[in-house]
Protein backbone atom coordinates (compact mmCIF):
# COMPACT_ATOMS: atom_id res chain seq x y z
CA UNK A 1 0.00 0.00 0.00
CA UNK A 2 1.84 3.30 -1.01
CA UNK A 3 2.30 5.95 1.43
CA UNK A 4 1.51 9.54 1.84
CA UNK A 5 3.70 10.81 -1.39
CA UNK A 6 5.40 14.22 -1.03
CA UNK A 7 6.70 16.54 -4.14
CA UNK A 8 9.29 17.94 -4.65
CA UNK A 9 11.55 16.40 -1.64
CA UNK A 10 14.02 19.20 -1.55
CA UNK A 11 13.42 23.14 -2.77
CA UNK A 12 15.57 26.39 -2.84
CA UNK A 13 14.46 30.03 -3.41
CA UNK A 14 14.72 33.42 -2.15
CA UNK A 15 13.24 35.55 -0.11
CA UNK A 16 10.18 37.47 -1.81
CA UNK A 17 9.14 33.98 -4.02
CA UNK A 18 6.42 31.91 -3.64
CA UNK A 19 6.10 28.30 -3.55
CA UNK A 20 3.70 25.41 -3.83
CA UNK A 21 3.70 22.03 -1.76
CA UNK A 22 2.29 18.73 -3.12
CA UNK A 23 0.84 15.83 -0.88
CA UNK A 24 -0.69 12.76 -2.33
CA UNK A 25 -2.31 10.93 0.51
CA UNK A 26 -2.90 7.01 0.95
CA UNK A 27 -5.86 5.76 -1.14
CA UNK A 28 -8.96 6.04 0.88
CA UNK A 29 -7.92 8.99 3.27
CA UNK A 30 -9.80 12.03 3.10
CA UNK A 31 -8.71 14.23 5.59
CA UNK A 32 -5.12 15.57 4.73
CA UNK A 33 -3.06 18.21 7.56
CA UNK A 34 -0.11 20.11 6.83
CA UNK A 35 2.56 21.01 9.43
CA UNK A 36 5.69 23.06 9.85
CA UNK A 37 9.10 21.11 11.54
CA UNK A 38 11.92 23.83 12.51
CA UNK A 39 14.33 23.38 15.36
CA UNK A 40 13.64 26.14 17.59
CA UNK A 41 9.58 25.45 17.43
CA UNK A 42 9.11 21.86 16.52
CA UNK A 43 5.94 20.41 14.93
CA UNK A 44 3.41 23.41 14.52
CA UNK A 45 0.11 22.04 13.00
CA UNK A 46 -0.77 24.43 9.51
CA UNK A 47 -4.22 23.05 8.01
CA UNK A 48 -6.65 20.47 8.09
CA UNK A 49 -8.58 19.59 4.27
CA UNK A 50 -11.29 17.14 4.68
CA UNK A 51 -13.57 16.85 1.65
CA UNK A 52 -12.03 19.69 0.13
CA UNK A 53 -12.86 22.51 2.98
CA UNK A 54 -10.54 24.11 5.16
CA UNK A 55 -11.22 21.97 8.99
CA UNK A 56 -8.92 23.54 11.08
CA UNK A 57 -6.51 26.29 10.91
CA UNK A 58 -3.11 26.87 13.26
CA UNK A 59 -1.96 30.12 14.05
CA UNK A 60 0.06 30.91 11.24
CA UNK A 61 -0.34 33.88 8.90
CA UNK A 62 -2.10 34.50 5.13
CA UNK A 63 1.05 33.74 3.74
CA UNK A 64 0.66 29.97 4.02
CA UNK A 65 -2.66 28.91 2.45
CA UNK A 66 -3.74 25.38 0.76
CA UNK A 67 -6.46 23.40 -0.97
CA UNK A 68 -7.15 19.97 -1.29
CA UNK A 69 -8.93 18.66 -4.52
CA UNK A 70 -11.84 15.89 -4.72
CA UNK A 71 -9.31 13.13 -5.29
CA UNK A 72 -8.36 14.46 -1.56
CA UNK A 73 -4.84 15.42 -3.03
CA UNK A 74 -3.61 18.64 -1.15
CA UNK A 75 -1.09 21.63 -2.33
CA UNK A 76 0.09 24.10 0.06
CA UNK A 77 1.36 27.67 -0.94
CA UNK A 78 3.71 29.96 0.74
CA UNK A 79 3.73 33.33 -0.51
CA UNK A 80 6.37 36.36 -0.06
CA UNK A 81 8.72 33.65 1.41
CA UNK A 82 10.76 34.72 4.27
CA UNK A 83 14.06 33.24 5.72
CA UNK A 84 11.93 32.54 8.63
CA UNK A 85 10.36 29.64 6.62
CA UNK A 86 13.27 27.72 5.98
CA UNK A 87 11.63 24.17 7.78
CA UNK A 88 10.52 20.70 6.62
CA UNK A 89 6.77 21.15 5.77
CA UNK A 90 5.27 17.84 6.33
CA UNK A 91 1.85 16.55 5.18
CA UNK A 92 -0.15 13.63 7.25
CA UNK A 93 -3.68 11.83 6.03
CA UNK A 94 -5.77 10.16 7.75
CA UNK A 95 -9.44 8.68 6.78
CA UNK A 96 -10.98 11.41 8.48
CA UNK A 97 -14.14 11.79 9.82
CA UNK A 98 -14.77 12.58 13.92
CA UNK A 99 -13.66 9.07 15.31
CA UNK A 100 -10.31 9.06 16.54
CA UNK A 101 -7.81 7.24 13.82
CA UNK A 102 -3.62 8.08 13.29
CA UNK A 103 -2.70 10.47 10.66
CA UNK A 104 0.22 9.36 8.64
CA UNK A 105 2.91 11.40 7.34
CA UNK A 106 4.84 11.69 4.30
CA UNK A 107 8.82 12.15 4.38
CA UNK A 108 8.36 15.90 3.66
CA UNK A 109 9.80 18.63 1.86
CA UNK A 110 12.82 20.61 2.60
CA UNK A 111 12.56 24.15 2.03
CA UNK A 112 15.30 26.64 2.00
CA UNK A 113 15.12 30.23 1.49
CA UNK A 114 18.61 32.14 0.21
CA UNK B 1 2.71 27.81 26.69
CA UNK B 2 3.48 24.47 25.13
CA UNK B 3 0.06 22.19 25.71
CA UNK B 4 2.18 18.59 25.01
CA UNK B 5 5.75 18.86 27.13
CA UNK B 6 8.90 15.98 26.52
CA UNK B 7 10.82 17.50 29.43
CA UNK B 8 13.47 14.59 28.98
CA UNK B 9 15.53 15.82 25.02
CA UNK B 10 17.62 12.64 25.54
CA UNK B 11 17.61 8.87 26.59
CA UNK B 12 19.90 6.45 26.55
CA UNK B 13 19.23 2.47 27.48
CA UNK B 14 21.21 -0.69 26.90
CA UNK B 15 19.90 -3.02 24.40
CA UNK B 16 17.50 -5.97 25.96
CA UNK B 17 16.85 -3.07 28.82
CA UNK B 18 13.17 -1.29 29.15
CA UNK B 19 13.01 2.58 27.54
CA UNK B 20 10.91 4.43 29.38
CA UNK B 21 9.33 7.68 27.23
CA UNK B 22 7.47 10.48 29.34
CA UNK B 23 4.86 13.11 27.97
CA UNK B 24 2.90 15.40 29.80
CA UNK B 25 -0.43 17.54 28.93
CA UNK B 26 -2.00 20.60 30.24
CA UNK B 27 -5.36 20.59 28.00
CA UNK B 28 -8.16 18.62 29.60
CA UNK B 29 -9.75 18.46 26.14
CA UNK B 30 -7.43 16.35 24.84
CA UNK B 31 -8.68 12.86 24.15
CA UNK B 32 -6.52 10.78 21.74
CA UNK B 33 -2.90 10.35 22.34
CA UNK B 34 -0.46 9.12 19.68
CA UNK B 35 3.18 8.10 19.42
CA UNK B 36 5.79 8.90 16.52
CA UNK B 37 9.44 7.54 15.56
CA UNK B 38 11.09 9.81 13.57
CA UNK B 39 14.54 9.05 11.95
CA UNK B 40 16.55 11.68 10.06
CA UNK B 41 15.50 12.85 6.98
CA UNK B 42 12.18 10.97 7.05
CA UNK B 43 8.35 11.54 8.04
CA UNK B 44 7.31 10.55 11.30
CA UNK B 45 6.00 7.43 11.74
CA UNK B 46 3.05 6.29 13.70
CA UNK B 47 4.18 3.67 16.77
CA UNK B 48 1.15 3.28 18.74
CA UNK B 49 -2.18 5.65 19.94
CA UNK B 50 -4.58 5.34 23.33
CA UNK B 51 -7.57 6.75 23.66
CA UNK B 52 -8.99 8.87 26.87
CA UNK B 53 -11.33 6.17 27.47
CA UNK B 54 -8.44 3.60 28.01
CA UNK B 55 -5.77 3.96 30.80
CA UNK B 56 -2.87 1.49 28.62
CA UNK B 57 -2.66 0.07 24.76
CA UNK B 58 -0.24 -2.36 24.05
CA UNK B 59 1.70 -3.57 20.83
CA UNK B 60 4.03 -5.95 20.60
CA UNK B 61 7.78 -4.39 22.38
CA UNK B 62 5.30 -1.00 22.90
CA UNK B 63 2.73 -0.35 25.69
CA UNK B 64 1.78 3.14 26.23
CA UNK B 65 0.20 4.24 29.81
CA UNK B 66 -2.06 7.01 30.13
CA UNK B 67 -2.22 8.88 33.82
CA UNK B 68 -5.47 10.91 33.16
CA UNK B 69 -5.78 12.49 36.53
CA UNK B 70 -2.11 13.49 36.20
CA UNK B 71 -1.92 14.30 32.72
CA UNK B 72 0.90 12.02 31.83
CA UNK B 73 1.47 9.51 29.57
CA UNK B 74 4.51 6.87 28.75
CA UNK B 75 5.73 5.14 25.88
CA UNK B 76 7.25 1.88 26.72
CA UNK B 77 9.44 0.03 24.86
CA UNK B 78 10.19 -3.40 25.72
CA UNK B 79 12.95 -5.20 24.68
CA UNK B 80 14.67 -2.10 23.57
CA UNK B 81 16.76 -2.96 20.25
CA UNK B 82 19.21 -0.66 19.03
CA UNK B 83 17.08 -0.35 15.31
CA UNK B 84 14.90 1.87 18.12
CA UNK B 85 17.35 4.44 18.02
CA UNK B 86 15.43 7.60 16.88
CA UNK B 87 13.54 10.56 18.13
CA UNK B 88 10.21 9.42 19.75
CA UNK B 89 7.24 12.71 19.64
CA UNK B 90 4.40 12.12 21.78
CA UNK B 91 1.25 14.32 20.53
CA UNK B 92 -2.37 14.99 21.39
CA UNK B 93 -5.65 16.36 19.62
CA UNK B 94 -8.86 17.04 21.26
CA UNK B 95 -12.87 15.98 19.73
CA UNK B 96 -13.49 18.15 17.17
CA UNK B 97 -10.02 18.96 16.09
CA UNK B 98 -8.59 15.57 15.15
CA UNK B 99 -6.61 16.87 12.12
CA UNK B 100 -4.62 19.34 14.70
CA UNK B 101 -2.05 16.89 16.41
CA UNK B 102 0.16 19.12 18.56
CA UNK B 103 3.44 17.78 19.18
CA UNK B 104 6.02 17.33 22.10
CA UNK B 105 9.53 18.84 20.93
CA UNK B 106 10.63 15.08 21.14
CA UNK B 107 12.93 12.91 23.32
CA UNK B 108 16.16 11.46 21.23
CA UNK B 109 16.53 7.62 22.18
CA UNK B 110 19.79 6.07 21.85
CA UNK B 111 20.00 2.50 22.62
CA UNK B 112 22.91 1.31 23.12
CA UNK B 113 24.62 -2.52 22.07
Known amino acids: KAGVTQTPRYLIKTRGQQVTLSCSPISGHRSVSWYQQTPGQGLQFLFEYFSETQRNKGNFPGRFSGRQFSNSRSEMNVSTLELGDSALYLCASSFGGYSNQPQHFGDGTRLSIL | DQQVKQNSPSLSVQEGRISILNCDYT??????FLWYKKYPAEGPTFLISISSIKDKNEDGRFTVFLNKSAKHLSLHIVPSQPGDSAVYFC????????????FGKGTKLSVKP
Open chain 2, 27 to 32: NSMFDY
Open chain 2, 91 to 102: AASAWGSQGNLI
